[in-house]
């Protein structure tokens, strides 16, 4: 990933956790709805890996939001 890419995937990230801790949800318990690993939400709020389109709508709808709220942040 060049520097571009890693700066989006945090960002992704950070606004994934910053909606999480808004719905009042653990890591633990956004994992168990999502039916992912726990350690996978961890990585991907600290913006550690670039995960699929699947997994992310997957906890768009864990968290009871359209999937196109975890893009909308700042640049």
Known sequence: MNIRDEKFVKAVGERLKEIRIKKSMSQEELANTAEIP?????????????????????????????????????R
């Open 38 to 74: 726990t350690n996978q939400i961890g990585r991907i709020e600290r913006g550690e890996i670039n995960t699929t389109l699947i997994t992310m709508k997957a906890i768009a709808d864990a968290l009871s939001v359209d999937v196109i709220e975890l893009f909308q942040f700042k």
